[in-house]
């Protein structure tokens, strides 16, 4: 039998990705949903070449120009937050990847697990925001959550086999970004241009600022809490520029495994989904003759404030990470249109978890409320500075 796959937010770099992967093994995988915000020509020509059961346009203004493309083929169209999180549920569904971008992931992540369907999860935020709710509702539900991230794929497989042996710690790599081992002072004058220059990477633009300004990881750390069940004092960063090492696991005993590879999304991303068996693919391979030398280093928390900021609302607990992650949203998006500069990103972040209401047990209603009252704070605190 196949694996029927719904992938939330196909046109974005995960979600193409993911189509290449399931165009490789069409044995294995075939396409049930693909959703998509804005991007409704993409998704058309995705929907023609995939032949889904369903498709959904969240930007309902682009809903009678999906529907007309896709007028003479089998599919059904549908358009809206509302349809998003309900195609998920259908029973021509065996697994969900989330790859859309940001809080938008949240809710049709918990429509899926209840309605007990596996999770492929590269939308790190549903875990930064709601990670206490999301891994009790998968065990309540008894659903798998396999990370896409590299990083978290990395632990993910280094765990294989490992039941019976408590981790001591986990170290997650970091590129660096490409300001890596840049000043505050050369900081203060970049460009969204520069930033948008990954070393290693291709991503979309939201992430990849949050890689330029060590947030993304901050988010990871955040997000890795949850998906193996550790403290902030078991997860460490290390900048590791060439990105072959995509993350470690140190066992009691003091061993340490490591899983290793060209940066590549797609071996992750075939990995979560056809766990446990690894598909033969024709992925680049590594060979340790073109990297005679790996280098590794501490990452400066004092120049990009935002993994330390990660950290402190990760002991803190409650709706802090809720309150990071909406700051930041808006933050990058304020960044991206340039009406702030690189480091007011982390300015309004710190503003924000300063002044909105803590709640130290939050539920659903209260992540939202604290979602919609962050985005709102901090969108005037940048419209002053404008």
């Known amino acids: 039998m196949k694996k029927r796959i719904a992938i939330l937010g196909s046109t974005g770099s995960i979600g193409t990705q993911t189509l290449e992967v399931i165009e490789a093994n069409p044995q294995i995988f075939s396409v049930s949903v693909l959703t998509a915000q804005d991007n409704a020509d993409l998704l058309i020509q995705q929907a023609i070449k995939f032949r889904p059961l369903e498709v959904v346009i969240g930007n309902e203004?682009?809903?009678?120009?999906?529907?007309?493309?896709?007028?003479?083929?089998?599919?059904?169209?549908?358009?809206?937050?509302?349809?998003?999180?309900s195609v998920v549920e259908s029973d021509s569904v065996d697994i969900v990847l989330t790859a859309m971008v940001g809080y938008a992931g949240l809710l049709p992540t918990i429509h899926a697990i209840k309605a007990g369907k596996d999770i492929a999860l590269a939308n790190k935020e549903t875990l930064v925001v709601a990670g206490e709710l999301i891994t009790s509702l998968a065990k309540q539900y008894k659903v798998n959550i396999y990370p896409v991230d590299s990083e978290h794929s990395a632990i993910f497989q280094c765990l294989v086999g490992e039941a019976e042996n408590p981790v001591e710690k986990i170290i997650l790599t970091a590129s660096g970004g490409p300001f890596r081992g840049k000043d505050k002072l050369f900081l203060a004058n970049v460009t969204k241009q520069q930033a948008l220059k990954h070393p290693n990477w291709t991503m979309g633009a939201k992430i990849t600022i949050d890689s330029a300004t060590l947030m993304n990881k901050g988010l990871e750390v955040i997000e890795a809490k949850w998906l193996f069940d550790l403290?902030?004092?078991?997860?460490?960063?290390?900048?590791?520029?060439?990105?072959?090492?995509?993350?470690?696991?140190?066992?009691?005993?003091?061993?340490?495994?490591?899983?290793?590879?060209?940066?590549?999304m797609k071996l992750p991303i075939q990995?979560?989904?056809?766990?446990?068996?690894?598909?033969?693919?024709?992925?680049?391979?590594?060979?340790?003759?073109?990297?005679?030398?790996?280098?590794f280093e501490k990452p400066d928390l004092e120049?990009?404030?935002?993994?330390?900021?990660?950290?402190?609302?990760l002991e803190k607990g409650g709706n802090a990470a809720?309150?990071?992650n909406a700051a930041n949203e808006i933050a990058v998006e304020a960044f991206l249109l340039d009406k702030i500069g690189f480091l007011e990103i982390s300015d309004v972040i710190i503003e924000s978890v300063a002044k909105i209401a803590f709640v130290s047990d939050p539920s659903y209603s209260d992540y939202v409320q604290t979602n919609e009252e962050t985005r709102r704070f901090a969108s005037d605190m940048i419209q002053v500075k404008v």
């Open 61 to 85: 203004r682009h809903y009678e120009k999906v529907k007309s493309a896709l007028s003479s083929i089998f599919v059904k169209v549908h358009a809206g937050a509302s349809a998003l999180v």
């Open 271 to 295: 990995y979560a989904l056809n766990y446990p068996t690894r598909v033969k693919s024709d992925f680049p391979r590594f060979n340790f003759t073109d990297y005679p030398s790996l280098s």
């Open 303 to 313: 120049t990009f404030r935002n993994l330390a900021i990660a950290y402190e609302v």
């Open 231 to 264: 403290q902030a004092g078991q997860i460490d960063v290390i900048v590791h520029p060439q990105s072959i090492i995509h993350s470690l696991v140190q066992f009691e005993d003091g061993s340490i495994k490591a899983q290793m590879g060209l940066p590549d």
């Open 322 to 324: 809720c309150i990071v």
